[in-house]
């Protein structure tokens, strides 16, 4: 155990638009392996503490803009992570669009996934990564599956997604997001339906347990 904790995590960056499929492929990679010195990291966590502002400002903020998010906050704890430090992870309330008081104790693993829309916009964070995916999926498969997330786990209404989306998700996403492509160690076409990337992947992850003293079934 104190071998393990010597050894500075592998970070993995999955990055791509809303409803490219990030989410799935990270979830596809940490279901085959676990059990084992697995965690997955969302951005989507790190969103501002917007306590302070009425339920009117806080709808009307554009969430995939880069200042949406406290990136500070997530670099500091990333590179706590790395040092083999445990932190305590904030979380996110979407019906209220702020965070919650409370907040997720979270020790260093061998493998650390971080995944979210915008986490190769800042270099300070992409230092932080040894492997950069970028996830690319068409924009019309990809507004259908946030109207049914969105719709389903975060409490909105269709008007309003399909608002949201029009107004900031599509410009954002061409303006921030899809430039970072450049950035990606990996570029995985059609997200979670590509099983042969996420096989890749999975197999690569695998590897780098193996090697720090892992029995994997």
Do not use: C, W
């Not at 990291?41 to 709808?59: F, G, L, P, S, V």
């Not at 410009?171 to 570029?187: C, G, L, N, S």
């Amino acid at each position: 155990m104190s071998i393990k904790k010597q050894r500075r995590p592998i970070i993995i960056g999955v990055t791509g638009g809303s409803g490219s499929g990030k989410t799935t492929v990270s979830k596809a990679i940490y279901n085959q392996l676990h059990g084992q010195a697995i965690q997955i990291i969302t951005q989507d966590t790190y969103y501002n503490d917007q306590a302070d502002m009425t339920m009117a400002e806080r709808k009307a903020v554009n969430y995939d803009h880069p200042l949406a998010f406290d990136t500070d906050l997530l670099i500091e704890q990333l590179a706590d992570l790395r040092n083999n430090k445990a932190i305590e992870m904030p979380v996110y309330d979407y019906t209220q669009y702020t965070r919650s008081t409370e907040t997720v104790h979270v020790e260093p693993q061998d493998v650390i996934i971080l995944e979210g829309i915008l986490i190769l916009d800042d270099e300070r964070l992409r230092d932080l990564m040894d492997i950069k995916v970028y996830v690319d999926t068409d924009d019309d498969i990809r507004i259908i599956r946030r109207i049914k997330r969105d719709m389903a786990e975060r409490g909105r209404t269709l008007d309003s997604v399909i608002n949201q989306y029009l107004a900031t998700v599509k410009p954002m996403h061409h303006q921030f997001v899809e430039p970072t492509k450049r950035y990606a160690d990996i570029i995985v076409p059609e997200g979670g339906e590509n099983r042969v990337a996420i096989d890749i992947l999975t197999t690569k992850v695998r590897d780098i347990l193996v090697k720090r003293g892992h029995t994997l079934q």
